[in-house]
């Protein structure tokens, strides 16, 4: 069983930034991928990037690229999102999550997901 906590949310003005941390324990090392995930209230959650554990290729949400940013420590067992430039509408609940597998294909689908962690509020206004 894998457990991950996210932590890093807040509340932040149009423009800032911000840095996700999501800590795993547990059965870790078979976990091949990790991605992060967004809900917004009375919205589908949504697929940001997720990054191979091993080899570190990420794939990253069309509409977020640029922006945002995943990366992992191998060592600390810890994925990160950093985001700039953010703006209100990236106001949702942040979540991580662990895979199995993945590629191109699958990495957007809630479903090619096993673990995910409690979520992390990320709240952008002025």
């Known amino acids: 069983q894998v457990q991950l906590i996210e932590s890093g949310g807040g509340l932040v003005q149009p423009g800032g930034s911000l840095r996700l941390s999501c800590a795993a324990s547990?059965?870790?090392?078979?976990?091949?991928?990790m991605g992060w995930f967004r809900q917004a209230p009375g919205k589908e959650r949504e697929f940001i990037a997720a990054i191979m554990w091993r080899s570190g290729l990420a794939y990253y949400g069309d509409s977020l690229k640029g922006r945002f940013t995943i990366s992992k420590d191998n060592a600390k067992n810890t994925l990160y999102l950093q985001m700039n430039s953010l703006k209100p509408e990236d106001t949702a609940v942040y979540y991580c999550?662990?895979?199995?597998?993945?590629?191109?294909?699958?990495?957007?689908?809630?479903?090619?997901?096993?673990?995910w962690g409690q979520g992390t509020q990320v709240t952008v206004s002025s």
């Open positions: 999550a662990t895979s199995n597998a993945l590629n191109s294909a699958s990495a957007p689908r809630t479903d090619a997901y096993n673990s």
């Open positions: 547990g059965r870790t090392f078979i976990s091949a991928a």
